[in-house]
């Protein structure tokens, strides 16, 4: 990646909610990460470890009880953790930011079908100079119609649904509508947040090549949220691992699933989990984040974990975090 104008710059991002009794819930802590353009990093991690926290503290939808610290810079110097919800909704989410989101089905609207909502997006995002025409002249009209249709086609959203409510979809067809909807777009960075949910194999190739050619084959930076080692694989050029909250490896892609592998001992335990490989889940959980231990949050779990580690909290050198990386 280039230092020149990140899509994206994080720098010490953390995000707290205030729980009653005083107590904290320490969600993100001290994450940061540059996205070049027409780059793609992904994050990983397992579920309940931060990654739709970190999300939309980028897009500024925390609910009232969080607390933010750090910065998350766009390249005209826009810190989206500061720049408050009337620029955050009018200038940034759909236009600088588009989004697939985690739960599609909670964004879409019961009230108007996927083509209504596939047609307002292209109108919207997509052809603002015809948009004002688009309602009184039939060529506009059938032109919006068309690139609605495209993009259902593209994220595999069958024709025969276009017509059908969100409540009528399942939960992959949810899925397929908020990949269709995020390729209208032009934004040049785009988060999405699992967007392989509910779908089989073949889909989630297709999903994430038809991610890869808007966003990376067109200079645009993406970054996915996934639990999904494989997509990863398949897409991002970074990999960034996060446990209880924290960052522990941030990787070239090549080097993280190839050679020389991952050097986190997490990271590790992720590979080996997989099926295609040692098929050996990680044994016990990970803590809460309400009761975070003082050292690594992964000692309990590490078979490389030594008095240090329960003790002192492992600084980022070279990308992992970890005393004896
Ligand atoms: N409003 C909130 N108040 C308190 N804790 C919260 C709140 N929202 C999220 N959390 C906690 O933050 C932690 C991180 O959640 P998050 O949804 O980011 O995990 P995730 O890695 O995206 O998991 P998943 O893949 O299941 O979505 C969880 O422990 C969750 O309980």
Redesign the pocket.
């Known amino acids: 990646m280039t230092d020149a104008a990140p899509a994206l710059d994080v720098r010490g991002l953390s995000v707290r909610?205030r729980?009653p009794g005083g107590r904290y819930?320490a969600?993100v802590s001290d994450a940061s990460f540059r996205l070049a353009p027409g780059s793609c990093l992904a994050l990983v991690?397992?579920?309940?470890?931060?990654?739709?926290?970190?999300a939309s503290a980028l897009l500024g939808l925390l609910?009232g009880?969080?607390d933010t610290a750090g910065s998350a810079v766009l390249p005209d110097g826009l810190d989206l953790l500061t720049a408050g919800e009337a620029v955050l909704s009018r200038t940034v989410r759909g236009r600088r930011i588009g989004l697939v989101p985690?739960s599609p089905a909670a964004h879409l609207t019961p009230v108007r079908t996927i083509r209504s909502h596939l047609e307002e997006a292209v109108r919207e995002l997509a052809h603002p100079a015809v948009s004002a025409a688009a309602r009184g002249r039939r060529a506009a009209r059938e032109a919006v119609r068309a690139a609605a249709e495209r993009a259902a086609a593209r994220a595999a959203f069958p024709a025969s649904h276009l017509d059908r409510h969100p409540h009528e979809l399942s939960g992959g067809l949810a899925q397929r509508a908020a990949t269709a909807l995020a390729l209208i777009g032009d934004a040049p960075l785009l988060l999405a947040d699992?967007p392989t949910t509910g779908l089989d194999r073949d889909l989630v190739h297709r999903t994430v090549d038809e991610l890869r050619a808007h966003t990376r084959d067109a200079g645009r930076a993406l970054l996915m949220?996934t639990?999904d080692l494989a997509a990863a694989h398949r897409i991002a050029d970074t990999v960034a691992v996060?446990y209880a909250?924290r960052i522990v490896e941030i990787s070239p892609a090549d080097a993280f699933f190839g050679r020389p592998g991952p050097r986190h001992p997490y990271a590790r335990g992720l590979l080996d989990a997989l099926p295609e490989r040692a098929f050996a889940p990680i044994p016990g959980a990970p803590p809460e984040?309400g009761a975070l231990p003082p050292g690594c949050a992964f000692a309990a779990r590490c078979p490389d974990a030594d008095a240090r580690c329960r003790t002192e909290l492992p600084a980022t050198r070279s990308g992992v975090a970890c005393h004896h990386a």
């Open positions: 909610f729980m819930v969600a991690g397992e579920s309940g470890c931060g990654k739709s926290v970190l609910p009880n969080a985690q699992e949220i639990h996060m909250g984040l």
